[in-house]
Antibody
Framework: EVQLVESGGSLVRPGGSLRLSCATSGFTFSSHALSWVRQAPGTGLEWVSVISGSGDATYHADSVKGRFTISKDNSKSTLYLQMNTLRAEDTAIYYC???????????????WGQGTLVTVSS | DIQMTQSPSTLSASVGDRVIITCRASQNIRDWLAWYQQKPGKAPKLLISRASNLQSGAPSRFSGSGSGTEFTLTISSLQPDDFATYFCQQYDTLTTFGPGTKVDIK
């Protein structure tokens, strides 16, 4: 069974930093692209970042480019999102999401974690 | 960026009703369209890919159709477990989601 378990969400002040983690199991970690998708309270879904199965390619949405960095540790089957210079508009539930194939062009989201809440507020 | 719209934004229906949700793309996305179901406090769950491919384990009362810029999700006979919010997603160019359609009890 595929499992994606996020952690690291918390309350942080504007301008602060946070690192999210996603521990995974139940699939071949290096064979699937992984993404972070966020959902602001009561609103829709926004794709934030993606990393290829091999880890050699990444892509970030314009709204977070230069502030967020996605990475992975294949030895730990864990995905990360380093979030710097946080803004109020980054407040959201962040979901770790598994794609159906391995490249950063794989954007069908077949499995989702339960999410972790990031709140940016003074 | 490709913009996605959905209609209606909210739909009130009864158990047994046939429900149709429409999703439109701002440009041609061929059939690179997925549908997700989200229940309160839970993560979205993939229902349909490539506009009409029902995912394994999804009930057969769900079906999808369309291509290009206009798509529909149909629930043939609404069940109590189907009251939820439904999102469409284009994955032709990068990816964007529709704003969602909430299906609630009439």
């Amino acid at each position: 069974e595929v499992q994606l378990v996020e952690s690291g969400g918390s309350l942080v002040r504007p301008g602060g930093s946070l690192r999210l983690s996603c521990a995974t199991s139940g699939f071949t970690f290096s064979s699937h692209a992984l993404s972070w998708v966020r959902q602001a309270p009561g609103t829709g879904l926004e794709w934030v970042s993606v990393i290829s199965g091999s880890g050699d390619a990444t892509y970030h949405a314009d709204s977070v480019k230069g502030r967020f960095t996605i990475s992975k540790d294949n030895s730990k089957s864990t995905l990360y999102l380093q979030m710097n210079t946080l803004r109020a508009e980054d407040t959201a539930i962040y979901y770790c999401v598994k794609s159906d194939c391995s490249t950063i062009f794989c954007r069908l989201f077949v499995s989702w974690g339960q999410g972790t809440l990031v709140t940016v507020s003074s | 960026d490709i913009q996605m719209t959905q209609s209606p934004s909210t739909l009130s229906a009864s158990v047994g009703d046939r429900v149709i949700i429409t999703c439109r793309a701002s440009q041609n996305i061929r059939d690179w369209l997925a549908w997700y179901q989200q229940k309160p406090g839970k993560a979205p769950k993939l229902l349909i890919s490539r506009a009409s491919n029902l995912q394994s384990g999804a009930p057969s009362r769900f079906s999808g159709s369309g291509s290009g810029t206009e798509f529909t999700l149909t629930i043939s006979s609404l069940q109590p477990d189907d009251f939820a919010t439904y999102f469409c997603q284009q994955y032709d160019t990068l990816t964007t989601f529709g704003p969602g359609t909430k299906v609630d009890i009439k």
